[in-house]
């Protein structure tokens, strides 16, 4: 996941962020127009902000089928609209990408949503016991899989906001991305923290399945097990009294690292707030 370089290499309720802060080839699918035309953004004339638009048939009828259900990219969409004023169109495109991860694209201005990535999210949290898949029991664990879904949502529309605003940051724009998505998610309140802990098992699971290979070391993105940890550190971070569980044996934080977790958390949460500086909606400051 992250946004896509013009050679085709990976590089890169109302949404609560000001209340919060005060990132593929289409083969033989096809676009559904009313789709696209159902989800434009808000607002009389407007042309800018998030929409999505799904491709329907081949590889990627299932996950399409599961994502407009549930309104998983629709909702993310409406947030992001409710909360950041953006001039240019942003779709959302659920396809089929085929080897490919979900990433932002600066050439086309897209963020191509893999149908694959949603089967692997639903697989996983099914063998781990946690989700449904694809061969289970439909309603089981959806909470899970639609919260790392929507955690996925979030990461590549950092990646587009940074692109199409001309926000500039430091560090590295991976983790600036998963950066934001924990703020969107962790300024949800409670509910919005067991996405992100739904998001930070997620990581783990994958850390887990992939044997560690050291040109890993080599990738824009942190580790699986790094970000797992990350996750963790921002709910920690943000309501510490709330997740004592979290630190210690059998927790995710270290407790040296849960010292800094408050800090991490507000670096975050600020740094994020400075980026969006001007770009935010006046009325998103009022929400919660």
């Keep these: 996941m992250g946004r896509r370089t013009g050679n085709g290499t990976r590089a890169l309720l109302t949404l609560a962020l000001a209340a919060a802060v005060t990132g593929c080839t289409a083969g033989q699918d096809a676009a559904d127009p009313a789709d696209a035309a159902s989800r434009r953004p808000h607002g009389k004339g407007s042309s800018g902000g998030f929409v999505v638009q799904y491709r329907t048939g081949g590889k990627a009828a299932s996950a399409t089928a599961y994502l407009r259900t549930r309104r998983i990219l629709d909702k993310a969409a409406e947030r992001l609209n409710d909360t950041v004023q953006v001039p240019h169109r942003i779709p959302f495109v659920v396809r089929s990408c085929g ?3 979900p990433a932002y694209d600066p050439e086309t201005g ?12 639903r697989d996983r949290f099914a063998h781990a016991g ?15 899989v639609a919260a790392v879904l929507e955690e996925t949502a979030y990461h590549e529309s950092a990646h ?3 692109d199409r605003l001309g926000l500039r940051f430091t560090g590295r724009e991976e983790d600036v991305a998963d950066q934001l998505a924990a703020v969107l998610l962790i300024g949800q309140g409670r509910a919005g923290e067991t996405k992100a802990l739904a998001a930070a098992t997620d990581y783990a699971l994958a850390a887990k399945e992939t044997p560690f290979d050291a040109t890993d070391l080599l990738d824009e993105h942190s580790l699986d097990g790094q970000r797992a940890a990350n996750y963790a550190c921002y709910v920690y971070g943000a309501q510490p009294a709330r997740h004592e569980d979290l630190v210690g044996a059998g927790g995710r934080v270290t407790e040296d690292r849960a010292e800094a977790c408050p800090d991490e958390w507000e670096q975050a949460r600020s740094g994020w707030q400075q980026l969006l500086a001007g770009h935010l909606k006046r009325n998103a400051s009022r929400r919660r």
């Design 160 to 162: 587009a906001l940074i």
């Design 110 to 121: 897209t963020i191509d949503f893999c149908a694959e990535h949603v089967d692997e999210i």
């Design 130 to 144: 946690q989700g449904a898949g694809r061969q289970g029991d439909p309603d089981a664990g959806d909470a899970h």
């Design 99 to 101: 080897a490919a991860e």
